[in-house]
């Protein structure tokens, strides 16, 4: 584990940058193969003022905004101490009034989009049923483990802001004794399991652009803030 007095001593810009021409390439390809895979009916039901495919659409902006603002503040945390320059003590308080509501709407939309949807996946509702209710179970346990094992401060960036959570030991209980990580492999299955237990197609996709563009954020800019942190290894 290196010091986050030691990071910050030694990088540079271009440190800040790493991983972020991808992130913007990705992302691109991302939301544009997504937007093209919704169903957008002549005739659609509206909810709030806007349709299914304009929840999704809504959805995927909000899933970008959110991901560009974390690697944003993990960089510029990681490498500058910059919230805690900003708000002292409050910095991880701060953060927490960000992410959290972005965070939130992520699985919020996916169902407004579910429920708004006229476009079925399979027409067989038995087995989507029982599919979706395993993913969302599968989705619950791990949410449960990451909030009571791995704890929502460390799962909010800690080890960016503070040296003591880059020196806890790592977590074997919940879902994290059958995987490293958690909330991005297993957590994002409820997504998938909104849209099958609603049988909507463009829920479905919306699952599917989440689940790929939150590993873009994995290997993009959580995977190499991890090197600093804690080595090659």
């Given at each position: 584990?290196t010091?986050l007095?030691?990071i910050?001593?030694?990088?540079t810009?271009?440190?800040?940058?790493?991983?972020?021409?991808?992130h913007?390439?990705l992302a691109?390809?991302?939301?544009v193969?997504?937007?093209?895979?919704?169903?957008?009916?002549?005739?659609?039901?509206?909810l709030?003022?806007?349709?299914?495919?304009?929840?999704a659409?809504l959805?995927?902006?909000?899933?970008?905004?959110?991901?560009?603002i974390?690697?944003?503040?993990?960089r510029?945390?990681?490498?500058?101490?910059l919230?805690?320059?900003?708000?002292?003590?409050r910095d991880?308080?701060?953060?927490?009034?960000?992410f959290?509501?972005?965070?939130i709407a992520?699985?919020?939309?996916v169902l407004?989009?579910?429920?708004?949807?006229?476009?079925?996946?399979?027409g067989?509702?038995?087995?989507?049923?029982?599919?979706?209710?395993?993913?969302?179970?599968?989705?619950v346990?791990?949410?449960?483990?990451?909030?009571?094992h791995?704890?929502?401060?460390?799962?909010?960036?800690?080890?960016?802001?503070?040296?003591?959570?880059?020196?806890?030991?790592?977590?074997?209980?919940?879902?994290?004794?059958?995987?490293s990580?958690?909330?991005?492999?297993?957590a994002?299955?409820?997504?998938?399991?909104?849209?099958?237990?609603?049988?909507?197609?463009?829920?479905l996709i919306?699952?599917?652009?989440?689940?790929?563009?939150?590993?873009?954020?994995m290997?993009?800019?959580?995977?190499?803030?991890?090197?600093?942190?804690?080595?090659?290894t």
């Amino acid at each position: 584990m290196t010091s986050l007095r030691d990071i910050r001593g030694r990088s540079t810009l271009w440190d800040i940058l790493e991983g972020q021409p991808q992130h913007i390439g990705l992302a691109i390809l991302l939301v544009v193969g997504a937007n093209s895979l919704l169903d957008r009916p002549s005739e659609a039901s509206y909810l709030l003022g806007y349709s299914s495919a304009g929840w999704a659409t809504l959805s995927i902006g909000l899933a970008v905004i959110h991901q560009v603002i974390v690697a944003i503040v993990f960089r510029l945390q990681l490498h500058r101490n910059l919230f805690t320059r900003w708000f002292g003590n409050r910095d991880m308080s701060v953060w927490r009034l960000i992410f959290l509501p972005l965070l939130i709407a992520r699985p919020l939309t996916v169902l407004l989009v579910a429920w708004t949807d006229t476009a079925d996946i399979t027409g067989v509702r038995l087995i989507e049923l029982l599919a979706g209710t395993a993913l969302l179970a599968l989705a619950v346990w791990a949410m449960h483990s990451v909030l009571v094992h791995f704890t929502l401060p460390r799962a909010l960036g800690g080890d960016h802001f503070r040296d003591t959570f880059a020196s806890m030991p790592l977590v074997n209980k919940g879902v994290f004794k059958y995987t490293s990580n958690g909330m991005y492999g297993v957590a994002f299955l409820g997504l998938w399991g909104i849209a099958l237990l609603f049988g909507s197609w463009n829920a479905l996709i919306l699952a599917l652009f989440q689940q790929c563009y939150i590993w873009v954020h994995m290997y993009c800019t959580e995977a190499p803030d991890m090197r600093w942190i804690y080595g090659k290894t």
